[in-house]
Nanobody, 125 residues
Framework: QVQLVESGGDSVQAGGSLRLSCAAS????????LTWFRESPGKGREWVAA????????HYDDSVKDRFTASQDHAANRVYLQMNSLKPEDTGMYYC??????????????????WGQGTQVTVTQ
């Protein structure tokens, strides 16, 4: 059974940075994908960044491109989301999600097969 645990959320001022972490367990050795989503009132759950199954490619929503960086540490079974130049509109609950099996990457919430409990990010002016 896949388990995901996010951490690193906090309250920061606009322009600041945060690094989120997601500890994963129960994943197979290959053919899985990990994606970061966020949810805020009135917007629903939207994807932020996705890591490909081979771990070599990352994909970003336009709203965070050039500000956020997703990465994966296979040895530590962790994925990270480095968030720079944060804006108030980045406020929300951030979730790590997995899809097993997965051949490329996924960005639709309904394709996830496992979710973490989320970590809150609040960006103030």
């Amino acid at each position: 059974q896949v388990q995901l645990v996010e951490s690193g959320g906090d309250s920061v001022q606009a322009g600041g940075s945060l690094r989120l972490s997601c500890a994963a367990s129960g994943l197979p050795s290959s053919r899985f994908c990990l994606t970061w989503f966020r949810e805020s009132p009135g917007k629903g759950r939207e994807w932020v960044a996705a890591i490909s199954a081979d771990g070599l490619k990352t994909h970003y929503d336009d709203s965070v491109k050039d500000r956020f960086t997703a990465s994966q540490d296979h040895a530590a079974n962790r994925v990270y989301l480095q968030m720079n130049s944060l804006k108030p509109e980045d406020t929300g609950m951030y979730y790590c999600a997995a899809r097993v099996p997965c051949e490329t990457f996924f960005a639709a919430p309904n394709l996830a097969t496992a979710w973490g409990q989320g970590t809150q990010v609040t960006v103030t002016q």
